[in-house]
């Protein structure tokens, strides 16, 4: 096992017990994200020892931003606290750097190196698959949104992640998944009573 690889082990744990403290990012969020990165940075031959990191690192503190009513500041504080633990370590200065990258430019579109425009593309797929957009609706909903402003909700997400992807890779692996979320919204929000009695015939027939 590699250095980075024991503060991965520490990280991991780190994050989990956030994530059972604020139950935000989900556990699911999080593995998806980090290992759909680490599979970028392999193809792209990025650095992956900045890419576990930092793709562990982007939301470690959304659940407690949320929870103070910072939501808008989530990045700004998941850094400061990254910045904190890395000085734990004998990691150099241009290393720290780097994985600090995967943080703050999670939501830009320029980005200062491959390894944060990886772990930025890989927390955008992450909503560009049917199984979180099936989630989404329940989640908005069991907060009492209707099922149109649900549609709506989903619409948007759905859009502004996929225009936001950067990389190729992404846009083409993930392009079929982007297509067949735009048929569902389109057909569900159509007729959604009609569409909803389908699915349980589907499923009961």
Known sequence: MGYVDE??????QLAVAEIM??????????????????????????NLEVIKLGARLMEIKLGEAIHKKKKAHYTEISSEF???????YPLSEEFKKKVIACIEEQNENKFSSMEAEICANATRCNYLTPKKVFKRFYNL?????????????VDEKTEEKWKKLTLDIC????????KKIREFIELARNNP?????????????
């Open 193 to 205: 009573a009609d569409f909803v009695a389908e699915k349980k015939e589907r499923l009961t027939g």
């Open 171 to 178: 846009k083409k692996n993930w392009e079929d998944n982007y």
């Open 82 to 88: 990254a910045s904190a633990f890395l000085t734990g």
């Open 141 to 153: 909903h069991d907060r009492g949104y209707s099922f149109a402003e649900a549609f709506l909700l």
């Open 21 to 46: 403290k604020y139950a935000v990012p989900t556990l699911d969020d999080y593995n998806d994200t980090v290992i759909l990165a680490v599979e970028l940075g392999k193809n792209l031959n990025a």
């Open 7 to 12: 503060i991965i082990d520490e990280l991991d």
